[in-house]
């Protein structure tokens, strides 16, 4: 995948840099770990420090020193999510800061803008969330008595008029360079990916995956997933809606997942992934290693002189033991974010690079094999 | 100065990391800021995880996975500043832990075993703590008519008389294997210093530097100071006790200071420096600069694009602006803290590297008279 700051081979992992820092590491720790592409959030950047400033600085990259491919969200999700208020009409979403209260309007054109002005690599359209069961995130403005398929529908359908109108502003943001100059786009080469959404329905999701398609977008993503459903449930949809994407475009499995999941949604097709889970599970104390979950703050770790991982090659299990890692948990010191963090994403990293070989050894069924065989999930670590 | 683990050129400033880790930074960021020794606190280490526990796994170096020089003070300024009580006799002190509120004894012995057992290539003597005026942590056993001046002389004559003890048990763990070996001692080249008390009175200064260097240590300390007594009289003492210890042992200056302090205790014959300064007013947003200090949260800083410091090389200033780091303070991003911190750390080891190279060159009195010339104390900003 070619970006404006670099090449990125897929199959790929994106550390999540919420604020324009993936939290409790360094720039260069992210290069040492061969990190190539990293995620900001609309959301949490547009409220502080706010795009305009980010674009006076000369866009993202400039702004917080990362010169290499960056993918902003679109904001939707933490609207849905963080928001204090928020109330969903045809224009866009309206909703209140969780910092201060303040009311803020997001619309697929304010959206892109926010992006244009950002100056990421890859671009999201704007999109609606609608959860599955009772792990959906609370869709107010709805009408309490839709059913979720009713429900799934109705923003499949909102989400294919916004991503409409999310391109048409793209496309006058790179055609029209007064209206480019208006909004101070730093970055002309920004992609911008449409969102297939539809919920747990075959159906739902064959239709938005046409009408997302038939916008036309550099890249798609599948969104509305991982968001409580069963996992099982989660690899039947991606299995069902990813190959029916355009094959020489890149697709973005968003907000995915456990170790796991990449192996099996690779699988079935997806080339990019991102999540929090390595990043906040390293600072709640959870390491992820090739057999499964230690949580490190566990007294059983109190003397215990081996690496997190035996068999990993980070710099935290080449150089730290399980019993001073678990020393610096309990005693709250900050490191103790930082080498989790860098092991956790050396783990996703990797075996992202291991993926990518496989594929082009032809040996990606056997690494799959392979990995199954000693990674446990034991999801209940992670809720 | 020649340790088990290595040399170190002084004079020297050794980064404070209470806990065995130095807070907000790793290991691999110090050995490349060219931090050649760093200090661990034997209260906290003691509480927690434990100096046993430490020596099972083979010393402070094999546990925190550092290589490189360790000083362990003695305990002493913790037990007076932190624990949740504490009574001092001729024995030792008695205190409550600040984590748990279990009651321990430190006597000169136990201290030296600590110390023994972490295997620091530097151990502290134990002494009694008596600070100057109102900053004077609360000094609970005395009698509360007493005087300064007779409080200072008490302390400095209990002072020397523990030092006598410390020394002696440490040439007993030196000379008598069994002795080591039950106390579980991790390394055997570990040097001792004697530590200098007696306020701001000189003929106090000179008495105990006399008492201690009676008893003989590797090297020698001057405690007391940076105690809240005004920077003039530390300058005072330091210039009149600093010259009476022996000329070639290493003289080090406990606790202090700004920047300016490091280069005008060198210029009164200081090798050896430590400071929590530069770490903790890091996480504070307190950045030291050629100039004097930016407290980088202030809203003046907000779109500001210089590096914090536009003459310094550390990774900090060289890839990031002032905007970008307010930025990730106000978010309340813990790289905010790495970065700080490692912008501070170098400023102290670039000043004390520019020192050393200074004296080898003979221009340390133009290094003075520069360094005073733009730098500006500004202390309101570090209380």
Chains 1, 2 share one sequence.
Not at 353 to 376: D, M, P, Q, W, Y
Request: glycine content about 10%.
């Amino acid at each position: 995948m070619s970006t404006p700051h670099g090449e990125v081979q897929t199959p790929c992992f994106m550390p999540v840099g919420t604020r324009g820092a993936v939290k409790a590491i360094t720039h260069r720790d992210l290069e040492d770990l061969g990190a190539k592409i990293i995620l900001g959030n609309t959301y949490h950047l547009h409220l502080r420090p706010g795009d305009a400033l980010v674009a006076r600085a000369g866009g993202l990259h400039r702004f917080i020193g990362w010169p290499h491919p960056i993918l902003t969200d679109s904001g939707g999700y933490q609207v849905f999510s963080l928001a204090a208020m928020r109330r969903v009409t045809e224009e866009g979403v309206q909703f209140r800061s969780h910092l201060d209260g303040a009311l803020h309007m997001l619309t697929p054109e304010s959206a892109t803008d926010v992006q244009a002005r950002l100056g990421s690599d890859i671009a999201m359209a704007l999109d609606e969330l609608v959860g599955a069961g009772e792990c959906a995130p609370n869709a107010a403005g709805h009408d309490a008595g839709e059913t979720h398929a009713a429900e799934a529908e109705r923003a499949m359908e909102r989400t294919a008029r916004w991503a409409g109108r999310a391109r048409a502003r793209m496309l006058d943001l790179r055609g029209d360079a007064s209206v480019a100059q208006a909004v101070a786009r730093t970055n002309p080469g920004q992609a911008q990916f449409g969102i297939v959404q539809g919920g747990t329905d075959p159906a739902l999701r064959t239709a938005s995956v046409q009408r997302t398609v038939e916008i036309g977008f550099e890249g798609y993503a599948i969104g509305g997933l991982s968001v409580g459903e069963p996992v099982g449930v989660m690899y039947d949809v991606v299995a069902h809606t990813a190959p029916q994407l355009p094959q020489h475009q890149p697709r973005y499995l968003m907000g995915t997942g456990m170790p796991d999941d990449l192996v099996e949604c690779v699988a079935r097709g997806i080339d990019m992934f991102d999540c929090v889970l390595p990043t906040r599970n390293a600072r709640n104390g959870q390491l992820l290693t090739r057999s499964g979950v230690i949580s490190i703050k566990n007294a059983q770790y109190a003397e215990d002189l081996r690496p997190p991982d035996p068999e990993c090659g980070c710099v935290t299990c080449r150089r730290f033991t399980r019993a001073y890692l678990r020393h610096l948990y309990i005693a709250g010191e900050m490191s103790a974010a930082t080498l989790n963090t860098v092991h956790n994403l050396y783990f996703y990293l990797d075996l992202m690079s291991r993926i990518r070989e496989a594929i082009v050894f032809g040996s990606f069924e056997k690494l799959r094999s392979e990995f199954h065989r000693t990674f446990s999930r034991r999801p209940q670590q992670f809720r």
